[in-house]
């Protein structure tokens, strides 16, 4: 199969390479490629055909009450357990709004949006979110421990202390992100790429239905990267449902077997070789990015 050279952020050089190599996949496979542009219908197919969807969204509008111009219109899609998506698409094109819509930070602006059956942001014990870093207060007075801690509070009555059971389960998360010895630390104390190690070990924590990372790969070493596939792989072994947002084409060409291409609207969305097309990645990112 063909591989991809990994590209660590997004830059003309990296999307070229890409298309050269979606250019040289066969035209079988592309024949296969099924988007539907204009009536933004997805169909989702895999064999969780027959499940309920974990996500589902029907012409939604999102976007953002002090802004007149709605980021993205008319989405239609649903995601299933056990799918790990990678969405992608330039700056701006409505990752984040997506996915904090998906959460209830904000509200929608029109159509339909359910998680698990219910509606948006009425599930937060079975929904994980990890924003962009940029969004996280660091200086926060807490150490690694509570943080992660903080994943089972969702589980706990209000005053609930946690048990030996949620110590146990935090203990184990922290191992499987590598990150024991820092567990007293404060949080504000670590690495940028410590600090992405720590909130996906609150996830873990949480043991979520769904996972919601927000470029989880930005400025992290080898290492972490490595240590953050890995528990996503095991993640989806428990039908966890997982989208990360993110501009590492190249990781997501090779880790990814779900993509979601946006710009304001769903550009394309199945298996990955399949929708990383030359076509769809000039559409979502366009020939100027990719010719200059
Ligand atoms: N709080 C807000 N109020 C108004 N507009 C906003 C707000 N947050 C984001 N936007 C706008 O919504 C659009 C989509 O932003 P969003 O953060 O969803 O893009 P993104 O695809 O995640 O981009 P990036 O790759 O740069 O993180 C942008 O035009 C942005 O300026």
Redesign the pocket.
């Known amino acids: 199969m063909i591989s991809v050279q990994r590209a660590k952020i997004i830059t003309t050089k990296s999307i070229s390479r890409l298309i050269r190599i979606a250019s040289r996949c066969s035209e079988s496979l592309r024949r296969n490629v099924h988007v539907q542009r204009k009536s933004i219908t997805i169909q989702h197919m895999n064999n969780d055909l027959q499940s309920t969807p974990m996500i589902h969204l029907k012409n939604a509008c999102l976007g953002?009450r002090?802004?007149r111009e709605l980021?993205l219109k008319n989405i239609t899609i649903d995601f299933f357990p056990g799918d790990e998506v990678a969405v992608i698409?330039?700056?701006?094109?409505?990752?984040?709004?997506?996915f904090k819509t998906i959460v209830g930070l904000i509200p929608l602006m029109q159509g339909e949006v359910t998680v698990h059956g219910g509606r948006g942001g009425n599930h937060k014990d079975c929904v994980s979110y990890i924003p962009?870093k940029e969004a996280i207060d660091w200086n926060y007075p807490i150490t690694v421990r509570e943080v992660v801690m903080m994943g089972r509070f969702g589980k706990l009555s209000f005053y609930q202390k946690p048990g030996k059971k949620d110590i146990e389960i935090v203990n184990s998360a922290i191992q499987r992100m590598g990150v024991a010895d820092l567990a007293d630390r404060k949080i504000r104390d670590c690495s940028g790429g410590q600090q992405q190690r720590v909130f996906l070990a609150r996830s873990l924590a949480q043991h979520p239905h769904i996972l919601l990372m927000d470029?989880p790969f930005s400025a992290v070493d080898v290492a972490t990267e490595q240590v953050i596939l890995e528990n996503l792989r095991q993640l989806r072994e428990f039908k966890v449902t997982t989208l990360v947002?993110t501009?590492d084409l190249g990781l997501v060409y090779e880790n990814f077997e779900r993509t979601l291409i946006?710009n304001h609207r769903i550009v394309a969305y199945g298996l990955t070789k399949e929708v990383m097309t030359p076509e769809n990645l000039q559409e979502a990112f366009g020939k100027k990015a990719v010719y200059v």
């Open positions: 953002y002090n802004d980021v698409g330039p700056n701006g094109a409505g990752k984040s709004t997506l962009q470029e947002a501009h946006l």
